[in-house]
C-alpha cells in the first residue's frame, strides 16, 4: 500500500501528494469513526467541535469506492458555532471521491461529471491519477466559506487516509 494519497481539485487542477504520516494518528482514528457512524446514519452528520463544526458531511460507500459530500449552511451561521443541517437550509460545498484502487477508476467519471452539472461551461483540466486519490469538486458555495478551505482541505485528506485504513482492516 501507498504511503501518499494523490490529492486532486477539480476545479483548479491542483494535484499533490500527500504523505500518511501528515495526518496524526489519533486524527485518523477520530476519522474512521466518524466515516462508519455517517456510513451507519446515511444522512448529513456534524463535524465535530472546532473550526469545521458550522459544516456537516455524509458518506457513501461503493466497494472499495468513497464519497463524502461537506454541507456548509445556506444561511447566516458563525464560523465555528454548530449548525442545525436539516431541510434545504444547507447545500453541498464540497464533494470528494477516495478511490484506493487503480480499478476504481468508474469514480473519477462520476466526479467529471458532478464538476460538469455543476460548471456547464467549464472543463476539467487534470488527468486522473495514480491511486491512491482523493478527487475534491469544490461547489460556488465556496465563495461564502474562504476562511474554511485550508482546514477543509486537511479533514479531506485525513478522511481519505481513515478510509484507506478502514478497508486495510477488512
Not at 458555532?81 to 462520476?110: E, R, V
Request: with cysteine; aromatic share 8%.
Amino acid at each position: 500500500m501507498s504511503t501518499f494519497i494523490q490529492h486532486v481539485t477539480l476545479n483548479t487542477g491542483h494535484n499533490k501528494p500527500y504523505n500518511r504520516f501528515e495526518c496524526r494518528p489519533e486524527t485518523i482514528k477520530s476519522c474512521k469513526e466518524l466515516i462508519k457512524f455517517a456510513l451507519q446514519v446515511g444522512s448529513p452528520v456534524s463535524l465535530p467541535d472546532g473550526d469545521l463544526c458550522h459544516l456537516a458531511f455524509s458518506c457513501v460507500a461503493d466497494g472499495r469506492k468513497l464519497v463524502i459530500t461537506v454541507y456548509a449552511p445556506m444561511s447566516p451561521h458563525t464560523k465555528g458555532k454548530p449548525f442545525n443541517h436539516t431541510g434545504s437550509n444547507s447545500a453541498p460545498l464540497a464533494i470528494c471521491g477516495i478511490a484506493p484502487k487503480s480499478k476504481d477508476a468508474k469514480l473519477w467519471d462520476l466526479l467529471i461529471d458532478t464538476y460538469t452539472t455543476v460548471y456547464p461551461d467549464e472543463q476539467v483540466s487534470c488527468d486522473r491519477p495514480q491511486a491512491p486519490w482523493l478527487a475534491v469538486v469544490v461547489t460556488p458555495l465556496v465563495m461564502q466559506f474562504m476562511e474554511s478551505m485550508s482546514v477543509l482541505a486537511d479533514f479531506e485528506r485525513c478522511m481519505a487516509w481513515a478510509w484507506v485504513e478502514i478497508l486495510k482492516e477488512r
